[in-house]
């Protein structure tokens, strides 16, 4: 039970370009462990989306070791849900389509994967939308169904890359409290990243800061607010004390 779900070893990452290289990402290390949420904050280029696209084995560290539970895997691609930065559903299929993609590049029978999809859809907020196009649905809902397309990859870990940073600040608290109920219904593990400090400590266990490229450990925060969480805890002076000292670690005022 005390096995990592992901386990990032000392992982650096440069670029190299034909005349000049980038460090993006220098001696990463922490752990995920089972049932956590986690999000990661840092600005802009600091190398949050690249550590993403290591862990699912699309990118390989320049140094160091990422372990996905417990073990080095020989191939990353398919142990972990993810759902990349500006992850679009497919304009000319339906919803249940688009949801149905992981499980189609699987290889599973079709009419299993229908069912099961059909299945979670209420839990998504998507039941009776199944047949309609991405442009019939709002905001909130086309990325719900993008969400739960990664969710349909069927593992206990998801990472996901400021899935809700393009909608409207009601819509976002919205998905956030979603986000968080069906990741307790579930049992899920979950990496999230944002650049939203409200966010990072609003749906977090704990919140792991980076530096400016090239992406250090700046801090870590443990966030120790009771759950289930609450909109209107934000107000709560703990709340605010968290987000001042994340914005201070991030180097904005405060
Ligand atoms: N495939 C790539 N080739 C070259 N440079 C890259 C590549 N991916 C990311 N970078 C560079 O690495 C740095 C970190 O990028 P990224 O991980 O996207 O940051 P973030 O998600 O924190 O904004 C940036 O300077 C970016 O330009
Ligand atoms: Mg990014």
């Not at 084995?57 to 372990?67: A, T, Y």
């Amino acid at each position: 039970m005390n096995i990592p779900r992901i386990e990032f070893k000392q992982i650096s990452k440069t670029f190299s370009g034909t005349d000049h290289t980038v460090p993006a990402l220098d001696d990463i290390s922490f752990k995920v462990m089972p049932g956590e949420f986690v999000t990661l904050i840092g600005p802009s280029g600091s190398g949050k989306s690249t550590l993403f696209n290591l862990c699912v084995g699309l990118l390989e560290p320049g140094k160091g070791e990422i372990l996905i539970d417990g073990e080095k895997p020989k191939k990353r691609p398919g142990l972990v849900g993810y759902m990349p930065q500006r992850d679009l559903l497919l304009p000319w299929r339906k919803v249940l389509d688009n949801v149905l993609i992981p499980l189609e590049v699987q290889g599973l029978p079709q009419k299993e994967s229908r069912q099961r999809a059909l299945e979670i859809l209420p839990y998504f907020g998507l039941e009776g939308f199944e047949n309609e196009y991405p442009s019939a649905l709002s905001g909130g809902m086309r990325q719900r169904a993008a969400l739960l397309r990664t969710w349909l990859m069927g593992r206990s870990t998801l990472l996901l890359d400021e899935p809700f940073g393009a909608l409207d600040a009601l819509t976002r608290k919205e998905l956030q409290n979603w986000l968080l109920k069906v990741w307790q219904e579930f049992e899920r593990t979950v990496m999230f990243i944002t650049h939203d400090v409200e966010e990072a400590v609003y749906l977090a266990d704990r919140v792991i800061v980076l530096s400016a490229r090239p992406g250090r450990i700046k801090t870590e925060l443990k966030i120790n607010l009771p759950r289930p969480r609450r909109q209107s805890m934000i107000a709560d002076p703990a709340f605010g004390k968290l987000e001042k000292e994340l914005l201070q670690e991030l180097g904005v005022d405060a």
